[in-house]
C-alpha cells in the first residue's frame, strides 16, 4: 500500500508496536515521531494520508498539532490517548479530529481503524478518469463538484474536513429526509455503527458553524429528534 502514515507519540514502545503492526497490514511508509515539534517536521517534509496522534506530548498537547494540521489539510487524524473522559474525546473531535482511540488499546483495531480512514479519504478523492464523472449537483445555495471532493456556498468553497464533507454530501444528496445517526455514520465513516452517538453530534456541530448563519439555531441542519437529521432548504 502506498499510503504514507505519521506516528506522533513519546512512547517509543508503542509507536514501534504501531509502525510493526501496520507493516504487517500492508503499509510501509510510516514514519515516526516523538514531539508536537518532530511532528510537524515530519508531516510537513512526508506529507503524510493519515496521522495516528498522541494527545500528551513532552511539549504539549497534540491538540495543538491538529489545529495547525488542520490549517492546511484535512487528511484524517487519529488521537491516541490514555485520557479517557468523555470531554476530551469531545475536545479531540470538536478541533478536527477524525477518530479517539483510548490507551491502552488493540493495535489490531488501531489498524482496522486506520484502513478505515483511509479507504474513505480514497474513495472522496477518486481520480476524475477512474470515475463516471457525474454532473455538479445544486441545493439551494450549495453545490458540490462533479467528483465530489468541494462544496461551494453562493460560489464560495466550504473549508470542511474529510468527514464533514461526508455528511454534507450524504444531506445535499438526500434533501428533505431523515438520516438517521446510524445511517451517517455506516456511510460516512464507513464502519458498523457501535453507539457513536457523540462522534457524530459532534461532527454535525461542527458542520453547523461552518453553514449556518446562527448555529444555535439552524436553518439548513434540523435534529429530528429521536431520528436524526435533515436537511432543508429555508422558505
Known sequence: ??????????????????QATLQREGYQNIDIAYSLE????????????LVLLDVMLPDGEGYELCKKIRTVSHIPILFMSAKTEELDKILGLAIG??????????????????????RRSRYLQIPETTVTEQPPLTVGPFEI???RTE??????????TVKELGLLVQFLTNPNRILSKE????RVWDEAFFGS???????????????????????????????GYKFMLPK
Not at 445511517?183 to 455506516?186: P, Q, R, S, W
Not at 462522534?199 to 439555531?217: F, G, N
Open 97 to 118: 479530529g477524525d477518530d479517539y482511540i483510548s490507551k491502552p488499546f488493540s493495535p489490531k483495531e488501531v489498524a482496522f481503524r486506520v484502513k478505515a480512514h483511509l
Open 145 to 147: 463538484n462533479s467528483d
Open 197 to 227: 452517538d457523540n462522534t457524530v453530534m459532534v461532527h454535525i456541530r461542527r458542520l453547523r458553524e461552518k453553514i449556518e448563519q446562527d448555529p444555535s439555531q439552524p436553518q439548513y441542519l434540523i435534529t429530528v429528534k429521536g431520528l
Open 183 to 186: 445511517t451517517l455514520f455506516e
Open 151 to 160: 462544496i461551494t456556498r453562493n460560489g464560495e468553497v466550504l473549508d470542511l
Open 38 to 49: 518532530q511532528g510537524w517536521h515530519a508531516f510537513t517534509r512526508y506529507q503524510p494520508d
Open 1 to 18: 500500500m502506498n499510503e504514507r502514515i505519521l506516528i506522533v507519540d513519546d512512547e517509543a514502545d508503542i509507536a514501534k508496536l504501531m
